[in-house]
């Protein structure tokens, strides 16, 4: 395209860019070739200083991409009701639209959808940030206004915060199924014991320079109503525990009793208490329960009622229990962080036999991904060094055209690290098509 533009007219003799490119390439290739031992010299201390450059490079899985709008998930304690919830998610919006006029709409949901693909607890809420465009920001860029809404919140008792985007956040979930750069699960058997050692690992992140954002989903704390039989009372009325599990479980849950059919429509009958059974702990203790001579007697007589703090939800990984510490990464590269903290905990955290941590989120798809690149990437030079055997017909001028590519890659490694910017996939791809870019040019001169 650029060609049509530039050349114009066609004709069969050499063209004027060529020409004009060629008189200052020539005397550069000339003088280079009588000094080929300095060429070459040159270009291994540029290869030697491109690889120490290259251990200072970052590693990540992804660049962030600004989408333009912001998502602030919050976490609220377990025990909390609906109402509650969106009394204080209201109180937060105001703060927030209050402290920084560059949000000019909040748009949030708390707990679960109507379908069930996003499973979330009444102490969870997304909170959608709608934004003006930056150029009527009063702050410069995305970090100083995520340092403003960080000051409004911190003002707020009661909640654990963190950020991420409205497309970021999805694709999170649907690989990872958490959200945030790093989830350190850790599996065992006890929840009481898991819950414990996730306090200790986040507080071993906030300990890591470049934390950002970190905190333990929480577990426990919701308040249960705990039914406990007493056996040699239920025993002189002739009831079993499992009879009056199920005679509770018809009052709350509910059982069906029959169905009516109205045409082509069947609808189910279901027995079950009033709501006021299920709400009030004096109206369920009054609950009467039929003993075996059809007498009733209130559950109160038979069992007694606790109060119990206990879990949210039991998440599960391939059929182990786990506590998920959520942290964000800022200022450094993910697998610097995640390897620094890997060290740190492993120095502050013993786990007992049956327990086990796992480092997942966007680390595990950066160490997923350069496994299989490290694999892929020799694969396809071999196969290229086959193709190029196959051409020349000589095993030296295909390790020759190979040759080059380590020194292909000095300009791509060092503008990396001018720029600050980390090894990411997409980068990797880039340097993959860099190669064979590479290796066309290669092939092009050794056939010429």
């Known amino acids: 395209m650029l060609a049509s533009f530039l050349l114009k007219k066609v004709s069969h003799e050499e063209p004027w860019l060529p020409r004009k490119l060629l008189s200052a390439y020539t005397p550069v290739l000339d003088w280079a070739m009588r000094r080929q031992k300095i060429v070459g010299i040159g270009a291994v201390v540029m290869l030697a200083i491109a690889g120490l450059v290259y251990t200072q490079v970052g590693k990540t899985f992804m660049p962030t991409m600004d989408e333009g709008d912001l ?147 929480q577990n426990d704390g919701v308040q249960y109503l705990r039914v406990v039989v007493d056996r040699l009372q239920a025993g002189r009325l002739g009831l079993s525990v499992e009879e009056i599990q199920d005679a509770l479980r018809m009052q709350v849950e509910g059982q069906q009793a029959g169905t009516v059919i109205e045409g082509n429509r069947r609808t189910p009958i279901l027995l079950r208490a009033a709501e006021s059974v299920r709400l009030s702990p004096a109206d369920f203790a009054a609950v009467r329960i039929t003993g075996k001579d059809d007498s009733t007697v209130p559950l109160a007589t038979v069992a007694k009622l606790e109060r119990a703090a206990g879990p949210v939800k039991i998440d599960r990984e391939m059929g182990s229990r786990y506590s998920v510490v959520i942290a964000n990464v800022s200022g450094r590269d993910l697998v610097g ?59 030296r001028q295909a390790l020759l055209i190979l040759s080059i590519i380590p020194f292909a890659l000095v300009d791509g490694i060092l503008a990396l690290w001018l720029t600050g910017e980390y090894l990411s996939v997409p980068a990797s791809v880039g340097f993959i098509a860099l190669l064979g870019i590479t290796v066309l040019n290669g092939v092009v001169l050794v056939g010429y």
């Open 71 to 217: 998502i602030v998930g919050i976490e609220k304690l377990p025990s909390i009701s609906l109402e509650q919830s969106a009394a204080l998610d209201l109180k937060i919006h105001q703060a927030i639209m209050k402290a920084i006029p560059e949000v000019t709409g909040i748009v949030a949901r708390a707990g679960s959808d109507e379908i069930g693909l996003d499973p979330m607890g009444l102490n969870q809420t997304d909170t959608y940030l709608l934004l003006k465009p930056q150029k009527e920001w009063r702050m410069k860029g995305k970090e100083a206004l995520l340092t403003e809404v960080r000051k409004v919140l911190d003002a707020l008792p009661g909640i654990s915060y963190s950020f991420t985007q409205p497309i970021e956040m999805r694709v999170s979930e649907m690989i990872i199924g958490v959200r945030g750069d790093i989830a350190v699960k850790i599996f065992g058997p006890d929840l009481d014991r898991l819950n414990q050692y996730a306090g200790e690992v986040e507080t071993v992140l906030k300990t890591v320079p470049g934390n950002q954002d970190v905190y333990t989903v």
């Open 337 to 395: 962080f995640v390897e620094e903290a890997k060290t740190a905990v492993a120095k502050k955290l013993t786990l007992p036999t049956g327990y086990r941590i796992s480092w997942g989120g966007q680390f595990e798809n950066q160490q997923r991904a350069a496994a299989r690149l490290s694999i892929v990437v020799p694969v396809a030079l071999g196969l290229i060094f086959v193709l190029l055997f196959a051409t020349f017909g000589s095993v």
